[in-house]
């Protein structure tokens, strides 16, 4: 199944997305859509385009919630704002405990006090980790995962998971190809799942592309893709999924959901695989150690 992630996105987006075939929604609190793509799901029930089972919804724990008397309480006001049940995977969103934001006083909380200040707390990743695996023993979530998460954060978490880590989400990229990464999920039988498969593009509203050129307009991906006539942005993609790697492409646009849900209409070469994964430059473009150094969990 292809995936989308909910971004920025709205009610017509999810429900256009289903409507083209997708049933992986990705979603998280920090998004702050949540009733958006909720009231899209909704719609789309409603008019009989998909069952409820037939979708896979996935949402994310927050920073300031990882805390074990936070864990489930803002996933149930997650569940409530998507008007479900359940979620199919829930994940911890970064390994970074901030000081708890009541939701009722701002939501979602960000990454900054009402100062403008980043505010950590002493919370370990075992004692969310066992709230989330309470998730599961509860029903409000049938898998859970991380995100942005490194080797040794995955390996602790495995020494005292009683459930295990289904999925781990990161950015990945041509220009961030993190093969130890990959090898290292896919030997302890952990699902990948790629955000930001488009490089650059997905940061240049934000200002956050750090000069790096378009993933879109490099020569090696363009004349792959003209060779199988298909868009670069579908063999960005397919460089994924060719490896077994789910990708959550954004977009707003109806043509370019479509357009991105038929990725694995094609198989690229074995050598064209090697070739768009050489164009690595070890580029992070989502590193919280740039907002302050004491976030730097790819350190």
Known sequence: MSSIILKRTGQKTVYEAIKAGYRLLDGAGDYGNEKEAGDGVRRAIQDGLVKREELFITSKLWNTFHAREHVK???????????????????IHFPIALQYVDPDHRYPPEWFDDHGRVQLQNTPMQETWGAMEKLVDEGLSKNIGLSNCSGSIILDVLRYARIEPQVLQVEMHPYLVQAPLVNLAKTLGIALTAYSSFGPQGYVELSMDKGAQSLLTVDRITKIASKHDKTPAQVLLRWATQRGIAVIPKSNTIERIAENFRNESF????????????????LRLNNPAEIDARLAIFA
């Not at 008007?83 to 829930?90: A, M, P, R, V």
């Not at 050598?271 to 070890?282: H, M």
Request: aromatic share 12%; charged share 30%.
């Open 73 to 91: 309480s803002i996933t149930k006001k997650q569940l409530d704002l998507w008007g479900i049940d359940y979620f199919d995977l829930f994940l």
């Open 267 to 282: 198989d690229l070469d074995p050598e064209e695989i090697k070739e768009i994964s050489a164009l690595n430059l070890n």
